[in-house]
């Protein structure tokens, strides 16, 4: 690029050199600045203990759409030393993902290692309420998206399908409706990883609201959680991921290095960032690949919850310049 010494000189004598350039330094720290839009709970930093009490918001967007959004997301590190952050892989819309097909290479191939670390994560988006949170007073009353795995949805499903009906849970009833208390802990037996195993219902059911104005004030705050995961894919659409993957996991070369962010510990042996991702549970992430027999897709739970659904009512390819941005944005998404 050439220089252009004298139009540096006119702009530095412009009293307004010193804004507009704080600006633009302003906006690029905030480039993967946390969306205020997701409620994460807070958590005790040496014990990982956090509570809150949450609702779960139905659709209001279509009667025959789910209350909810399932999507799928790598955070791995390849055998080029370099992050491969993709919050909503191709497949959380349908269509083929390279990473996850790689995935399935690995596991084709009984390299449990590199499935393990490949594999996608599976999410799950919900509009929420907040009705109490303990370290954070100021999000009460308020609506955000919240961002789950695996135990929480599946504890969703089975409270709607109890063996008793009078045990059964309505989760995203409007009128009739059953708070969730969100808990977490550090479990010694996996680790000192996160867990939410000590969530519940609670028992007594409850209106969202006291009448019908209060009612439609906090539904009016919801999210469209579909267009949510198609904004986040969207932003691979010029990326070539299927190159990207082929430079990251070699599938020729089984003995190569590669770290992945399964762990506090591992990422912490592979970078030295300033903060690492926290440690997810085991139980949040997809035990079986992409496109291959006895796939997840299609679940038992999820066509429990098919079945349960409630009736409507009334009322980047991060290259290695970008590894801290990357390291942050997992970081500002997880749980």
């Known amino acids: 690029m050439a220089r252009d010494i004298k139009a540096m000189l006119q702009k530095a004598k412009s009293t307004s050199y010193s804004k507009d350039l704080n600006e633009k330094i302003q906006s690029q720290s ?22 809150a009490i949450i609702r779960f918001l139905p659709s209001v967007f279509s009667e025959d ?4 959004v399932k999507y799928f997301e790598h955070y791995v590190r390849g055998d080029d030393n370099r992050w491969l952050v993709v919050d909503a892989c191709n497949r959380s819309i349908g269509k083929p993902c390279p990473i996850c097909e790689r995935a399935s290479k690995y596991y084709q191939a009984n390299m449990q290692d590199r499935y393990r670390l490949a594999k996608a994560r599976t999410n799950y988006l919900y ?6 949170d303990k370290a954070c007073p100021d999000n009460n009353g308020k609506v955000f998206m919240f961002k789950a795995g695996v135990t929480v949805h ?4 089975d409270s709607m399908n109890s063996e008793f009906d009078d045990e ?18 550090k479990d010694p037996a996996k680790g000192g990883q996160i867990a939410y195993d000590k969530s519940k219902f ?9 009448d019908d104005d209060e009612i439609s004030k906090i539904l009016e705050k919801c999210e469209c959680l579909t267009n949510y995961v198609k904004d986040a894919n969207a932003r691979w659409a010029d990326l070539d991921l299927e190159r990207r993957a082929q430079a990251s996991f070699s599938l020729d070369d089984p003995g190569s290095s590669f770290t992945g962010m399964t762990s506090q510990t591992q990422a912490a042996a592979s970078y030295t960032p300033a903060s690492t991702p926290e440690p997810v549970a085991e139980e949040e992430d997809d035990h079986v690949p992409f496109n291959v027999a006895g796939s997840n897709e299609g679940s038992k739970k999820e066509e429990e919850l098919v079945k349960s659904k409630p009736a409507a009512t009334s009322s980047e390819g991060v290259s290695s310049d970008e590894d801290a ?4 944005f997992f970081r500002n998404l997880a749980v």
């Open 30 to 51: 905030k480039k993967f600045s946390r969306d205020e839009r997701f409620w994460n709970l807070t958590k005790d930093k040496d014990t990982g203990k956090g509570e």
């Open 127 to 132: 509009n929420i309420l907040v009705i109490d």
């Open 325 to 328: 941005d990357a390291l942050e």
């Open 154 to 157: 599946n504890m969703i499903v």
């Open 65 to 68: 759409e789910f209350p909810y």
């Open 168 to 185: 059964a849970k309505n989760p995203f009833g409007v009128y009739d409706g059953n708070n969730f208390i969100f808990r977490s802990r």
């Open 202 to 210: 609670e028992d007594k059911a409850s209106s969202l609201g006291k």
